[in-house]
């Protein structure tokens, strides 16, 4: 089977079930990945011992059937998801990348979608990143919804210029949306829908929006984005890149000491309707947010 030049990262913490699946769906690609690099976070002893078997058998499975190769990267403890991407991407050998997670479930022609996007002959002549949409579900609901651009493939080279700290620690759950605005410039998109993201009990999906966890990781967020180049403060506050944040971002980049300079009208009306749509889906019940996807989303 043709073998294409992205790399695909997962990042584990005790799901073995998930990542079995996860493995399961990147190996029945119409093109393979390059490579698929399993990074676990530290995980439980019964877990972490489930994962290695898991691991292997699934490369044993892709070497039988002449796909790509899959390595385990354990970590002595757990670290959190942005180190886990660092180690991730320090061993990557695709000229592309892509980054999932355990509760993910690609289009069997993900890898397919985007290879008219980019350029693997020509190296660093393809685009920075590539973004398709996502199918998202509620596990705990089943309410479905398309959205996008809402998954990527990026080129690895922008994760590794001079001065780029790739995904911070202190970002924690943002550390990707943070180091993709640093690094694209001029993205392309496919406009099919590439993967299914399972939204499931625990994730930031159930993180107090309003709490000090997320309002001090979005102090943090505000922090870089102020320290950063004349250009990117700029684009930021023109384009209203703290909005993808809801209010919580509103009321972070109040108090932030350099934060008021990103709070515009329009700033605070696209975090308001950011803010009411992620409430509804946390708190409407199922019918009432599958009429509103209908009428504001779809």
């Known amino acids: ?8 990262v997962i990042t584990h913490y005790n799901d073995p079930d998930g990542l079995s699946d996860c493995i399961a769906s990147w190996l029945d690609q119409t093109v393979n990945p390059r490579e698929i690099i399993v990074v676990d976070d530290g995980s439980l002893d019964a877990d972490l011992d489930r994962t290695k078997n898991i691991a292997l058998c699934g490369a044993m499975a892709s070497a039988f059937r ?6 385990l990267h354990p970590t002595t403890k757990n670290l959190g998801v942005p180190a886990a991407m660092n180690t991730g991407l320090r061993e990557v050998t695709g000229s592309y990348v892509h980054f999932a997670s355990c509760s993910d479930v690609p289009d069997r022609h993900f890898i397919e979608t985007f290879l008219p996007h980019i350029s693997p002959q020509q190296g660093e002549a393809g685009p920075l990143a590539v973004f398709g949409r996502a199918r998202w579900v ?13 998954d990527l493939v990026s080129h690895a080279a922008v994760f590794r210029v001079a001065g780029l700290k790739p995904f911070a620690q202190a970002l924690r759950w943002h550390c990707d949306w943070w180091a993709m605005k640093q690094a694209t ?4 998109f496919a406009h099919d829908v590439v993967k299914t993201i399972h939204l499931q009990r625990g994730q930031y999906s159930d993180v107090d929006r309003y709490g000090d966890e997320n309002l001090d990781v979005l102090h943090e967020l505000i922090t870089q984005i102020e320290g950063s180049s004349d250009a990117l403060r700029t684009k930021a506050a023109d384009e209203s890149w703290l909005s993808d944040f809801g209010l919580p971002a509103v009321i972070a980049a109040f108090y932030h000491p350099h934060g008021r300079v990103f709070l515009n009208a329009t700033m605070i009306r696209r975090a308001a309707w950011r803010e009411l749509e992620i409430l509804g889906r946390r708190y409407l019940p199922a019918w009432a947010q599958r009429l509103a996807i209908r009428l504001f989303i779809t």
């Open 1 to 8: 089977m043709e073998r294409s030049n992205i790399s695909v």
């Open 66 to 71: 002449g796909g790509p190769k899959i390595a």
């Open 138 to 150: 509620d596990d705990r609901t089943g309410v479905e919804w398309t959205s996008g651009p809402g």
């Open 185 to 188: 410039k001029a993205p392309a």
